[in-house]
C-alpha cells in the first residue's frame, strides 16, 4: 500500500538525548529542501519515548538549533510520549493475531545463545545480533505488561514479497523476499519491558498518523527499512518514499553521534558561524 497523490510531506524526527550536531542539520535541512521544492509541508517529530535519557532542555535547543538554520515546521509537534496508547492498541492487535511473544532474555543470554558453536559467531542484522528464537513461543492468554515483545517474523512475512520506492542512496525500488528478512532481521523488539514501545513500531505508526509521503534519513537505517515496509504491510499502513542520504563523518571517517560535541551545531553558533557557513560544512 503506497500513499495516494497527496502533497509531499517530510519530516525531521530527533530524540532529544543530547545536541544537535552537523549530521542532523544535513538531515533536517535536506528533509526541508525537499518539501519546499516540491510544495510541501516539513513536521517536526520529537522521539521521545527514552524517557530515562530524554531532556527538556535537549529539546529547547533543538526548537532553538532549527530555527536558527532557517527551518520552521507546522504545529502543534507531536510527542511519542503522548501517543503510547496507540502503540499499545497496535500491540494489541498483533498479539491478537499471535504475531508476538513475550521474551524473557537478557543482551547476555543472546550474546550466549549466538556464539554457540551451532549457531555461528553474533549474526548482525539491522537491530543488532539476530535473536536466535530462544522465547519464541504461540502468545497465550493476556498480553503482559513490562516485559519485551518480540515480532515472530517468520510467522509475520508468511512468504510474502516487500518492496519499497528509494530515492537517495540506493536509488530504485527495492525488493526483498520473507526468506531474505528472516535470514538478515530475525525477530525484532516491538515493544522494550522500559517503554511499552520501540523505535520501529512508533516511527511507523506515526509516520502513517502523520501523513509523512517522504522520509528523508542517513544510509546508517537504510537496513531498518525493511524491518519498516514490513510493519507497515503487518498493520495496513502506507510506505512512504525514502530517500537515504551520505552520512556526515569527521576526519578519520567516523560518522558523527550525539557524543561528539564539537560538532554541535550550537557550539558552532556560539563561535560565530552562520547558517550558510553549515550548509557549506555539510556540503549542501
Known sequence: MAWPD?????????????PLHLGHAFSALTAWDRALE???????????IDQSRCRPKWESQIFEDLNWLGISWSAPV???????????EALEALWARGLIYPCYCTRKDILGATMAPQEGANPMGPDGIIYPGTCRAEPKGKMPNGLALRLNLAAAVNDKKFSFEETGLNAGLIEFSADDAVRTIGDIVLARRDMGTSYHLSVVLDDAFQGV????????????????VILQKLLGLPTPVYHHHALVRDENGKRLAKRDDARAIAKYR???????????????
Open 6 to 18: 497527496l502533497k509531499w510531506v517530510e519530516r525531521f524526527a530527533p530524540s532529544p538525548t543530547g
Open 78 to 88: 507531536l510527542r511519542q510520549s503522548g501517543r503510547l496508547g496507540a502503540y499499545r
Open 213 to 228: 509521503t517522504h522520509v528523508t534519513r542517513g544510509q546508517d537505517l537504510f537496513e531498518a527499512t525493511k524491518i519498516h
Open 38 to 48: 516540491n510544495g510541501g509541508e516539513f513536521i517536526l517529530r520529537i522521539e521521545d
Open 270 to 284: 556560539a563561535e560565530g558561524a552562520t547558517p550558510e557557513d553549515i550548509r557549506r560544512m555539510v556540503g549542501l
